[in-house]
């Protein structure tokens, strides 16, 4: 799944998004967590200091702010593939600001593993954020890339302690298993 800045230059990415969503189905939030898995089903779970609420779910063929102007971010349309999306609000009682690259996030479906995404939204809804402020509520997109016929069963959102970033071929700390309900 990337982030498009111009609709002009989004076909062009189109095989290396395929070869990146290859690899990320592959590898995906394979590592093992030991005693520090939590599962959950309902429309309210926590990520550490962060809150999240369900509001809504939905397959979508774009992803892109709710109120976009000007030059925005959004995620392109694949063919062959939709984004199923759950859409709420998330409030942090943390410290610090939190980064959602601090989260490998990974959608799994009947299929297999696909690749999946935590976005933070703006006040307005016009653009996606990387942060969350201390003490900020905003709107949250969490989000996968589904192929066509799959259907979505659930979330895998790992982290560490302190939202600190993942070293490639070590383990989060902490990964929340997100069953979706439809």
């Known amino acids: 799944m990337r982030m498009e800045r111009s609709r002009t230059t989004a ?3 189109g095989y290396l ?4 969503l ?3 189905s592959l590898t995906g939030c394979n590592r093992k967590l030991a005693d520090n898995v939590t599962r959950v089903s309902g429309d309210t779970f926590e990520l550490g200091e962060l809150t999240l609420t369900v509001n809504s779910s939905e397959f979508r063929d774009t992803v892109e702010p709710e109120n976009p102007t000007g030059y925005f971010d ?3 349309e694949y063919e062959g593939y939709r984004y199923y999306v ?3 609000t998330v409030s942090s009682s943390s410290t610090q600001d939190v980064r959602a690259s601090a989260f490998e996030t990974v959608g799994v479906t009947g299929a297999g593993e696909e690749d999946g995404k935590l976005l933070f939204m703006d006040e307005e809804s016009t653009a996606f954020l990387d942060s969350i402020g201390a003490g900020d509520e905003r709107r949250f997109l969490l989000m996968m890339l589904v192929k066509d016929g799959a259907q979505p069963e659930k979330f895998r959102i790992c982290y560490n302690e302190g939202y600190e ?3 490639e071929g070590e383990t989060y700390d ?3 298993v ?3 309900v439809e």
Do not use: H, I
């Not at 998004?17 to 990146?20: A, H, I, K, P, S």
């Open 11 to 13: 076909g062009r990415l």
């Open 174 to 176: 902490y990964e929340v």
């Open 165 to 167: 970033p993942g070293d």
């Open 22 to 24: 290859l690899l990320a």
């Open 17 to 20: 998004f395929l070869l990146f």
């Open 86 to 88: 759950m859409t709420g």
């Open 178 to 180: 997100k069953e979706v």
């Open 74 to 76: 959004y995620y392109e």
